[in-house]
């Protein structure tokens, strides 16, 4: 009878053994959920494997966009704060005393 | 290749830092440009700062005086004292744009007050030391000048120079004018004592700066008639002194120039050539003639003692201006422009905004105020020209002074094209206006042209009808001046071109009609700029007659209404524009046919358009005719369109009209009313005149006079009373004989019979009774 047992025992094992359980972790995750605190610290910490190349090409054409973008403002702000007080034209127009350039802006703006 | 980066690590470093990024580049896209452009002058200027205190450091014995000559002294040099942006007062503005040329020194003020006080310790005793005094002494000024800390500088500058020079003795007339402004007339005097001692250069200007201090001393300790000689004769002796100098460099070779006497006034010293009988008056000599016109009226009004003002400048929301300069001009000097550094009365403000005269000849003054461009942007001060200061002996006033911010315009603004058959204008709400006015501008390439629309608005917004619009400014006219031809499209057609450019501004009142603030202003920056006060109205389109005008081809234009007129007599443009064009041309050819021609269309044309204006043409036009019933007939016709209430000169005229026609009690109702509505006091001189009609005597008369000054004649506010006084002394030789003439011409006048009283007042020997009449007549 043991002996009986015995092999039909070693024939299931024989016949199962290409197959593993793997569920484990499904199946606590299903009897056991974890904390919400615990899955975004997982998240928080999970690591990300990201290409350097195509990054490194985004980051190069984001900076050189930024810099052609800011350059002239900058450029013309230092030459600005150092010329205009020697330049600058008052105007008297509606009644108003205007910076010639203050004032023509303004127009620009609404003038059809 | 990969990198490996846990989720926190990429949020923290670099997802966070790129949000943040982009929501400032989004939300301000100006912060960048804005924030930085001051940041970047302010870092500029601090690093100008320590650069130049650095180089001072550096350089030690003369090396070091020279640098500060060179770089502290010279460059606040090349700008007077008491020398701003801005100059604004209620009869004057003025505006300085040079100013944005003058190199700003980035030094902090107290940098400059330690560098000033150690050149005058230490640097060679010159004109430079001189010129750091009056530099070191305006500072005190502005920081408060605690426990006369100037004062002090001035006496201890004194010790470095030779106790003869002309330097030590303008030092000290310097220190004796303080001491005056301050009240420290004893002090004062005993400085004034010290001063006096012969000098070898700018002998002349010296002396009449003594005399012209001693005069105002002598008057503040109750000498007005002692003061009013001193003034005549040293007045005499500067003309004399440099009519001699000018003979002098006439007659003399070039080799004299180097001796060219340096003048009092830091403003003058390098520029300004010695003033002889061709080079006009010297600012001196202006000096002395404004406190003689000044001491002559209050000698002759009986004035004996001085006066105080006081007072604080802020902004309405309370902040002090510092370093603000504050001038009290005496009614006299209103003319000109503010002097550099030579007002009788100047004061620059503290940290507090405090300003204080002491010493202050009775009489009619105005304050006026020098602001930087950064001060004035974006505020205003509503001073108007009718708001004296009535300054008698002894008296202590208190005059605060507070900036308003400007009212900002709604709509229409901004080139805005309307088309209907009104405007709607709508202005920010003023809080504590109780009312509100608008005027407008029309400009077009010939010009511009401004009128008043509409008094007296309640509410934050009007809406005004096209064709009132088109009636504004009644029949005025502006033109370049070469006859008829010349006069302005803008004037004649106004808001019926379509194509011209209109702007508009808002005054707002308070319960008493003082302006409270204004649309009006200086607007330097982005943030003052506001709304642009311009529109365009295009309800109608012009008619040929009125391209003529637009084309300046007047009388073409003229014969072209008559025509349009003449085909549709209800054609009220037509009507109107031919009108005005007869009456520009009137007022050029002064032909009388032309203005009872158009007077007799002008019947026609209120009929046809009632407008206010046009009643009161034809009121006016009546009244210099007599024609009493034509005149009440279109002045009631001016009140019913007016609201029943007449406007002050409305008023003042009727009042007039009525004492001609013998009513002469309704006449002096109506001016005793106009005298509180209207402050020009424009018709004073009728009013007093009825009032002697009706039997009152001169000291209730001069009373009259005293308190509704007229401000328009070379005796300015004391014109009336001192013709009165002149009258009561003229009375009490002979007051039967007097009383009987004074009826008698007063009751020509009432009569009408202005050219028989005109041609009396010039025979015969002057009086003052004929000069009395010959004002009278001279009113309206």
Request: hydrophobic share 40%.
């Amino acid at each position: 009878m043991d002996r009986e047992r015995e092999a039909i025992r070693r024939q299931l094992e024989e016949e199962l053994h290409p197959l593993t359980f793997t569920g484990h972790a499904r199946v606590l995750r299903q009897t056991h959920p974890p904390a919400l605190r615990a899955r975004l610290s997982a998240f928080w910490n999970k690591e990300l494997e990201i290409p350097l190349g195509p990054l490194g090409v985004a980051a190069a054409i984001l900076v050189t966009g930024a810099v052609l973008f800011y350059a002239p403002h900058i450029g013309t702000k230092e030459q600005q704060s150092v010329q205009m007080p020697r330049q600058r034209e008052l105007i008297e127009s509606g009644g108003n005393t205007y910076w010639k350039d203050v004032y023509e802006q303004a127009v620009k703006q609404h003038e059809h | 290749m990969n990198i490996r980066i846990k989720v926190k690590h990429l949020v923290l470093f670099v997802l966070l830092p790129l949000s943040l990024l982009s929501v400032l580049a989004i939300v301000r896209p100006s912060f960048g440009a804005k924030e930085s452009a001051e940041a970047l002058t302010r870092a500029a200027s601090a690093a100008a700062r320590a650069e130049l205190l650095q180089k001072l450091d550096a350089s030690t014995g003369s090396a070091r005086m020279e640098l500060i000559r060179k770089e502290v002294i010279d460059p606040a040099n090349a700008v007077p004292a008491y020398w701003f942006n801005v100059y604004a007062g209620g009869s004057m503005s003025q505006v300085n744009p040079a100013g944005t040329e003058a190199e700003v020194s980035p030094l902090l003020p107290e940098d400059r007050i330690k560098l000033l006080e150690e050149y005058i310790r230490n640097g060679s005793a010159d004109i430079w030391l001189r010129n750091a005094v009056k530099q070191l002494v305006y500072e005190y000024d502005v920081r408060g000048n605690k426990d006369n800390e100037a004062d002090k500088a001035i006496a201890a500058a004194l010790k470095r120079f030779s106790s003869n020079s002309s330097a030590a003795r303008e030092l000290t007339l310097i220190r004796a004018e303080r001491a005056l402004n301050a009240g420290k007339f004893k002090e004062a005097e005993e400085l004034l004592r010290q001063s006096e001692f012969p000098v070898q250069y700018n002998a002349a200007e010296l002396d009449a700066k003594t005399a012209w201090l001693k005069g105002r001393l002598l008057f503040a300790q109750g000498k007005g008639s002692e003061a009013l000689r001193l003034v005549n004769s040293a007045l005499e002796k500067y003309r004399k002194d440099w009519a001699d100098i000018e003979a002098e460099y006439q007659t003399a070779d070039s080799s004299l120039q180097g001796e060219n006497p340096p003048a009092t006034g830091p403003g003058s010293s390098q520029d300004r050539k010695p003033a002889g009988p061709e080079h006009g008056v010297s600012s001196t000599e202006e000096q002395l003639i404004s406190l003689q016109t000044r001491l002559q009226t209050a000698v002759a009004m009986g004035f004996n003692g001085p006066a105080t003002i006081t007072g604080t400048l802020t902004k309405s929301d309370g902040t002090p201006v510092a370093r603000a300069g504050i001038f009290l001009r005496a009614e006299s000097d209103l003319y000109h422009s503010v002097y550099y550094d030579s007002e009788p009365y100047q004061i620059v403000t503290d940290d507090e905004g405090h300003f204080q005269f002491s010493g202050v000849i009775p009489g009619f003054y105005q304050i006026q105020l020098g602001l930087s461009f950064e001060q004035i942007d974006g505020w205003t001060w509503p001073a108007q020209s009718d708001d004296w200061i009535e300054v008698k002996p002894g008296d202590q006033l208190t005059e605060n002074i507070m900036l308003q911010p400007l009212l900002e315009l709604k709509s229409p603004v901004n080139s805005q094209v309307l088309t209907g058959s009104a405007v709607k204008f709508k202005w920010e709400a003023v809080k504590e206006a109780s009312y509100y006015s608008l005027s407008t501008t029309v400009i077009d390439g010939g010009g511009s042209f401004s009128t008043v629309v509409r008094q007296r608005i309640a509410d934050n917004q009007v809406t005004i009808p096209a064709d009132e619009l088109y009636n504004s400014g009644g029949f005025s006219t502006g033109s370049s001046g070469e006859g008829w031809q010349s006069v302005y499209p803008s004037s004649l057609l106004g808001f019926a071109n379509p194509d011209s450019r209109l702007s508009w501004s808002i005054d707002a009142y308070d319960g008493q009609g003082h302006v409270i603030t204004r649309s009006n202003g200086y607007r330097l920056n982005e943030e003052t700029v506001g709304n642009l006060p311009f529109f365009y109205l295009k309800s109608r389109t012009l008619t040929a007659a009125d391209q003529l005008v637009v084309d300046r081809k007047l009388e073409q234009a003229l014969e072209a209404y008559r025509r349009d007129y003449d085909a549709n007599p209800q054609d009220a443009h037509a009507l109107k524009m031919l009108i005005h064009l007869m009456l520009a041309k009137y007022s050029d050819t002064k032909d009388a046919g032309l203005e009872d021609e158009a007077m007799a269309l002008l019947r026609k044309l209120v009929e046809l358009r009632p407008d206010v204006n046009y009643a009161f043409s034809l009121a006016d036009y009546y009244y210099d005719r007599s024609d009493w019933e034509n005149y009440s007939k279109y002045y009631a016709q001016y009140l019913k369109l007016n609201g029943e209430e007449p406007n002050v000169y409305g008023r003042s005229l009727n009042a007039t009209a009525l004492m001609l026609q013998g009513r002469l009690d309704e006449a002096r109702e109506q001016l005793a009313i106009s005298m509180k509505e209207d402050p020009s006091h424009r018709f004073v001189g009728s009013y007093l005149a009825a009032e002697l009609a009706a039997g009152q005597p001169l000291s209730s008369v001069l009373k009259l006079a005293e308190r509704y000054p007229e401000h328009m004649f070379s005796q300015g506010g004391y014109t009336w009373p001192l013709l009165i006084l002149k009258l009561q002394a003229e009375r009490a030789g002979q007051p039967e004989a007097f009383d009987q003439l004074l009826s008698e011409k007063l009751a020509a006048y009432v009569k009408g019979q202005h050219e028989a009283l005109e041609q009396w007042t010039r025979e015969g020997n002057p009086s003052a009774l004929k000069a009395f009449i010959q004002a009278v007549l001279e009113v309206g």
